[in-house]
């Protein structure tokens, strides 16, 4: 038995599924064509031959587009859903008149052609090509061929699955790149439109009781409400149970449902949220677990959604609910968290006298020029945070120590340089300042390595926490302290240029200048 070939290319599951078949068949060469169900076409999948038989050219692969008509016999296959042997073309056209799409009878002497069947009719047809021994194919095998094409519409399915994984993952990928809402919601209509193919998608969460439109393919829907209970959307949300109408006709019969826009056949399904814990907090009512819904309507082909497709969606749909609400909690905590570092801060600035109003302008320092360096979004939050919480570990320095009128002694110093790592410790709980607190450890290193606490260099030392030792450093050049006074902006300029390449990265202090410049009148009412 030789080995069939498949055009010089590795061959994936469906060729040597048709591999196989081919020698179960005791046939020369062997094709799997798929429906296009936009265009009505049936396109090569896959074709494999044995040693000695001419395979088909990648040209005829690539370009091969059958009709679903009689024009051909594959697509009367298709349209008949019937199997078809064919041992004498010429009697089959009496048959079929319009046949007019043969192959050359000379080249294909005998043929099987089988509908692949699939639980919404046939998407693909199997046909086999010249019996290896010159000899007809029988019935018995056509009978085989069946069996056969029953094999490949599981492969098949399986083959959807498995995309289907494939899309699902990558949706998650996209989902948990992001905390934005917005681009979720952008995510998930986008995804879903691909995932089943069809014009309209769009998402709909509960807000102050109505079903608000969040994101929509159709722009102009979105912002748009539904009373909770009211129309399909507002009936998924209070049942919690998926709804397919193949025909617009068919809601207006069944429930009289008037969905957004003018549908054809659509799909609205519930995003819900299972709580396994026996002491969740008010889900004893299903609609509490039913965060909104997913609206899909009018299919690419024109042709209804299928049950296959309300599957898919509604897998989607739980998907989507999971990622919304795990942002939702993330945002929620975040705030709650941000709550608690501005109360911080605020004691901060009450037990460090020197440190009054210097949090806010070091913030506002910082963010300008990491604007003018051009951090990400993303860098200037993490920078944001960590401006406001520097100096957090002051909490547990004694107030003897912060507001001493005269010079530190060296105990006294090697205290105070404590106050970076219990800052550190008391934001290392919080996952989501991970970055900050990296900027909050280093904002004392110096660009030559003598600073502390880990002797960082160059660019060792994270950029936002370079950032941040030039705002804080200055502001505290020019603000009255209680052991001293601010120097004069000019002043402290010329300590900055000084110090530029030993404490501060050389490459930052020329934009810096043009900063202060740019904010000395704000900086000399500050100094008022």
């Given at each position: 038995m030789g080995e069939t070939v498949t055009n010089g290319h590795k061959r994936d599951d469906l060729q040597e599924a048709l591999a196989t078949a081919l020698n179960d068949i005791n046939a020369e060469s062997g094709t799997l064509m798929l429906l296009d169900e936009k265009k009505g076409e049936l396109f090569i999948k896959t074709s494999v031959s044995k040693p000695g038989s001419q395979p088909l050219s990648e040209t005829i692969i690539s370009q091969t587009r059958v009709k679903l008509d009689n024009t051909s016999p594959s697509g009367l296959v298709v349209k008949l859903n019937k199997p078809l042997l064919i041992n004498d073309i010429e009697g089959l056209k009496k048959v079929f008149p319009s046949l007019t799409t043969i192959a050359n009878p000379k080249r294909y002497k005998s043929s099987l052609l089988v509908p692949v069947d699939t639980p919404n009719g046939p998407k693909a047809v199997l046909s086999f090509s010249n019996r290896s021994d010159n000899k007809h194919f029988s019935e018995h095998d056509l009978n085989l061929a069946v069996m056969l094409a029953?094999?490949?519409?599981?492969?098949l399915k399986l083959e959807r699955k498995n995309l289907e994984l494939r899309t699902f993952n990558n949706v998650i990928q996209k989902i948990n790149a992001t905390n934005d809402l917005h681009n979720i919601f952008k995510t998930i209509v986008s995804s879903g439109k691909d995932m089943v193919e069809c014009k309209n998608v769009s998402i709909m969460l509960i807000e102050n009781n109505n079903l608000i439109v969040k994101d929509?393919?159709?722009?102009?829907?979105i912002g748009q409400s539904r009373k909770l209970g009211a129309g399909a959307s507002g009936w998924v949300w209070k049942t919690g149970e998926p709804l397919l109408i193949k025909r617009a006709e068919d809601s207006r019969k069944e429930r009289s449902f008037k969905p957004l826009g003018k549908p054809g056949s659509f799909i609205v399904v519930p995003m819900s949220i299972s709580y396994e814990s026996p002491f969740a907090v008010n889900v004893s009512l299903k609609s509490n677990a039913t965060i909104g819904v997913l609206n899909f309507s009018n299919k690419n082909n024109m042709k209804p959604f299928t049950d296959e497709d309300l599957d898919v969606i509604s897998n989607f749909a739980n998907l989507a609910a999971v990622a919304i609400e795990k942002v939702k909690f993330f945002l929620e905590t975040k705030r709650a968290y941000l709550s608690t570092v501005e109360a911080l801060a605020a004691a901060i600035d009450a037990k460090d006298k020197s440190s009054y109003t210097h949090l806010k302008r070091v913030v506002r320092l910082s963010l300008e020029l990491a604007d003018k360096v051009g951090l990400s979004e993303k860098e200037k939050e993490d920078l944001h945070f960590a401006a406001l919480l520097h100096d957090v570990g002051k909490i547990g320095i004694e107030e003897s120590i912060l507001n001493k009128p005269g010079k530190l002694t060296a105990?006294?110093?090697a205290r105070m340089?404590?106050?970076?790592e219990e800052g550190v410790q008391i934001l290392s709980n919080a996952q989501f300042l991970e970055a900050a607190t990296l900027i909050v450890r280093h904002h004392h290193e110096q660009f030559s390595g003598a600073g502390y606490p880990d002797g960082l260099k160059g660019n060792e030392i994270p950029i936002g926490a370079r950032i941040l030792s030039l705002a804080d450093s200055y502001d505290a050049m020019i603000t009255n302290r209680i052991y001293r006074a601010g120097k004069s902006i000019?002043?402290?300029?010329?300590?900055?240029?000084?110090?530029a390449g030993k404490q501060f990265d050389p490459s930052l202090v020329p934009i810096f200048l043009k900063i202060i410049d740019a904010n000395i009148p704000a900086e000399k009412k500050s100094q008022i």
């Open positions: 029953k094999y490949f519409g599981a492969a929509s393919s159709r722009k102009s829907i105990e006294e110093y340089k404590k106050h970076v000019e002043s402290a300029k010329e300590e900055l240029k000084r110090c």
